[in-house]
Nanobody, 126 residues
Framework: QVQLVESGGGSVQAGGSLRLSCAASRLTACMAWFRQAPGKEREGVAAIGSDGRSSYADSVKGRFTVSQDNAKNTLYLQMDSLKSTDTAMYYC???????????????????????WGQGTQVTVSS
């Protein structure tokens, strides 16, 4: 089991920045962020593997940065140049040891990942 607790969400104006944190009971081979806005499908935002390699959705490339602190068991998402379209609930997720789930997670497919946080709301006003 992996427990995940997100923090750092809030309201910000377009062009601003926020940093989300996800405190984990332990980090797994792939950690990721996804978001979901009301009435929209879930979207994988960013993922990072234990070797530090990362992947991003096209919609956030160049604006968001995912990182992790292994000593603190914490995942981060630095969000810059925020847009109103970034408004959503953001969730931290973690893959299990299943190799297939890890491979999918590393390319941003967060469906079926077993460990979720409770989410943190990000609201960007234009």
């Amino acid at each position: 089991q992996v427990q995940l607790v997100e923090s750092g969400g809030g309201s910000v104006q377009a062009g601003g920045s926020l940093r989300l944190s996800c405190a984990a009971s332990r980090l797994t081979a792939c950690m990721a962020w996804f978001r979901q806005a009301p009435g929209k499908e879930r979207e994988g935002v960013a993922a990072i593997g234990s070797d530090g390699r990362s992947s991003y959705a096209d919609s956030v490339k160049g604006r968001f940065t995912v990182s992790q602190d292994n000593a603190k068991n914490t995942l981060y998402l630095q969000m810059d140049s925020l847009k109103s379209t970034d408004t959503a609930m953001y969730y931290c997720v973690a893959a299990s040891n299943d190799r297939w789930l890890i491979r999918r997670c590393l390319v941003g497919d967060v469906s079926d990942l077993p460990y979720w946080g409770q989410g943190t709301q990000v609201t960007v006003s234009s």
